[in-house]
């Protein structure tokens, strides 16, 4: 239940007062907000008031609620960011391809089935297991190739894993995020629509769903039971479709490897199988030609240079708890997330268009929680929960230490002026 706190703002903010159904101060969508003026002069005063904000929040501990800086010095008595609107409790949002309501409803989810693996063998060739073409011929029909394609801009390429006979496709949040559509090819070149059935960035887990007969499923191993030096055999599509089906070979390098990835920390698989753009969200495969962690990322000259040898995958035991609750639900329950798509805009642009340091907010849905509190396509978070906010991973660090329901104190910039509210964190898939 969200209570309404909020009273009409000022005559002055009169264009900023609009109906429930608008789309908030700026077009929602913009990728680039509007020109203003002032130039480079307004960005300095810009950060000597938002300093002057900071410190004075920091000397009680929080952001005081219910306090508005601006240019004229005049403050509001409430801690919202726009005027009383009729308020609702939120609804389970369409977010892109999430159309779960179009699924045949099953009677119990789908669960992801690990199997047992034998002992690991003692030879370091590990003789007895399958031969690399065995590998191959068992796992290839279970790896599908995604073509992710937004409404605007170039479409993504990733690989998947078919979790089950039914339909359900194992993949990386991050290879269909901001999809559209999503296209999923089988190993017989046939192409099928996938649906978004949940996913979680926390995790760069995603599930989706085709709705074809006689697919076949792979097998999952205990990944529990790896260790250093295990082979490790990777199959997806590097760089893309033409390239489609590569297998690559190598060892298990480490176990339990904690990479932190956007303020996120995730505890990893690495390998020497070859992985580059395209085999994530595709497996990598033990010598019995078992499932035994889904590809992520691959650390590269961004990082170190001339960086080869270096890959990454997601324990398929650590996985599966997060697949069965995105199959289940379509989210992870608790997690926590603001509500609203924020992006983080070069020096040029926040120079040119008069804005300060933070988190430059792209969409907000109208039935979010945050959109219910105020929040609106072009504002500018500079600060969540007494803590200034610069960059993804800062936002991602803040998130990771609440759950949704939690109430922070929150700073926008908007029109010229500093705003102080409170925002509810929300479920993420909500």
Request: negative net charge; aromatic residues 6%; charged residues 20%.
């Amino acid at each position: 239940m969200f209570h309404d706190h909020r009273t009409p703002m000022e005559p002055e903010y009169a264009p900023m007062n609009r109906g429930a159904g608008d789309e908030g101060f700026y077009k929602t969508g913009n990728t680039v907000p509007p020109k203003r003026s002032g130039g480079l002069l307004a960005v300095i005063l810009v950060a000597v008031v938002l300093l002057g904000s900071l410190v004075a929040a920091g000397a009680t501990g929080d952001i005081q609620p219910g306090e508005v800086t601006e240019a004229s010095g005049e403050s509001q008595n409430n801690g919202t960011l726009l005027p009383s609107e009729q308020s609702t409790t939120p609804t389970t949002s369409t977010d892109g391809n999430l159309v779960r309501d179009d699924m045949p409803e099953n009677t119990e989810p789908e669960k992801l089935q690990i199997h047992q693996t034998p002992k690991p063998l003692a030879n370091p060739t590990q003789e007895g297991g399958l031969s690399y073409q065995e590998i191959y011929n068992k796992v290839n029909p279970s790896t599908v190739s995604i073509i992710a394609t937004p409404a605007e801009g170039s479409a993504k390429h990733g690989s998947g894993i078919i979790m089950t006979e039914s339909g359900y496709i194992i993949t990386n949040c991050h290879v269909i995020e901001g999809a559209e559509t999503m296209t999923v090819i089988l190993y017989d070149n046939s192409e099928h629509d996938g649906v978004l059935v949940g996913k979680d960035a926390a995790t760069d887990l995603a599930v989706l769903r085709i709705f074809a007969e006689g697919l076949t499923a792979a097998e999952f191993g205990d990944s529990d039971r790896l260790q250093v030096g295990d082979i490790a055999v990777a199959i997806g599509d590097p760089l893309g479709l033409e390239l489609r089906g590569t297998m690559t070979n190598g060892i298990i390098s480490a176990i339990n490897r904690d990479i932190t990835i956007d303020g996120r920390k995730m505890t990893l698989l690495q390998t020497t199988a070859a992985l580059n753009d395209g085999n994530s969200g595709g497996p990598l495969i033990n010598c019995y030609g078992q499932v035994v962690g889904i590809n992520t990322l691959k650390i590269g000259s961004s990082y170190h240079s001339e960086v080869e040898g270096l890959g990454f995958a997601i324990p398929i035991n650590t996985a599966k708890e997060i697949i069965d609750q995105l199959v289940a639900v379509g989210y992870v329950p608790g997690r926590a997330v603001l509500g609203a798509e924020v992006t983080v805009l070069g020096y040029q642009y926040r120079a040119f268009y008069d804005l300060p340091m933070g988190l430059y907010v792209m969409y907000v849905a109208q039935d979010s929680v945050a959109w219910a509190q105020g929040l609106r396509a072009g504002d500018t978070i500079v600060a969540i929960g007494g803590e200034e906010v610069k960059s993804m991973e800062e936002l991602n660090l803040i998130l990771a230490r609440h759950e949704a329901g939690d109430e922070l104190s929150i700073i926008v910039y908007r029109d010229h002026k500093l705003y102080n509210g409170r925002l509810t964190l929300q479920e993420a898939g909500r």
